[in-house]
């Protein structure tokens, strides 16, 4: 099945303990993409990755970092978590060139619900 | 900057009523499209698209959209509601830094 796939769903954590949000997509997509949901405000891009190396800042990159070292994973690392990162992520992913290129769509993890403490 | 407005935080129909559910958008070009609907718990399913075209989509689940490029619209609509679309939905926009744009989000509550 075609999907993508995000863990934890739900973790619980402490200020300044280091975390890492896993995503991995199966349908050899170039692009992928991470956002945070947040009540009110809808989702809003973290970061994002055109291809393997390649990553970009999106509207809310403050306190996050990504790698992109092989096409079908995307982490998402929380160096040192703040309780104004508690939200709701998502991991997204689209054939070549993202959302605004051509007829492209975003599918989308199952979410991971993250409270920093 | 591109943006999204769901007006309606809230909406509640009765079961069997007919739903429509607002969105604007701020864009300079033919934007790209999109609804999706988000289920308690959920993942974001994509109800449907517009790109170009027809500006009447049919999406999943039967509901529709229509693209009005003179009111920047692009709403959502369903003949007849069921309890299971109870969900949150959310309208976004294809824009420049390849990301969508997202809106709010609208709750709709389904009474029987």
């Known amino acids: 099945e075609a999907q993508v796939t995000q863990n934890p769903r739900y973790l619980i954590t402490v200020t300044g303990k280091k975390l890492t949000v896993t995503c991995s997509q199966n349908?050899?997509?170039?692009?992928m993409s991470w956002y945070r949901q947040d009540p009110g405000l809808g989702l809003r891009q973290i970061y994002y990755?055109?291809?393997?190396?390649?990553?970009d800042k999106g509207d809310v990159p403050e306190g996050y970092k990504v790698s992109r070292k092989e096409k079908r994973n995307f982490p998402l690392i929380l160096e040192s978590p703040s309780p104004n990162q508690t939200s709701l992520y998502f991991c997204?992913?689209?054939?070549?060139?993202?959302?605004?290129?051509?007829?492209?769509?975003?599918?989308f993890g199952a979410g991971s619900r993250l409270t920093v403490l | 900057a591109q943006s999204v407005t769901q007006p309606d935080i809230h909406i509640t129909v009765s079961e069997g009523a007919s739903l429509e559910l607002r969105c604007n958008y701020s864009?300079?070009?033919?934007?790209?499209l999109f609804w999706y609907v988000q289920s308690p718990g959920q993942g974001l399913q994509l109800l449907l698209k517009?790109?170009?075209?027809?500006?009447l989509v049919q999406g999943i689940k039967g509901f529709e959209a229509e693209f009005k490029r003179s009111q920047s619209s692009f709403n959502l609509r369903k003949p007849s509601v069921h309890w299971s679309d109870a969900a949150e939905y959310f309208c976004?926009?294809?824009?420049?830094?390849?990301?969508?744009?997202f809106g709010a989000g609208t709750i709709l509550r389904v009474k029987s």
């Open positions: 997204a992913s689209s054939p070549l060139g993202g959302p605004n290129s051509g007829a492209n769509v975003l599918t």
């Open positions: 349908m050899n997509h170039e692009y």
């Open positions: 990755s055109m291809n393997v190396e390649v990553t």
């Open positions: 864009y300079g070009a033919t934007p790209y």
């Open positions: 517009y790109f170009s075209g027809d500006t």
């Open positions: 976004a926009v294809g824009a420049k830094g390849n990301k969508l744009v």
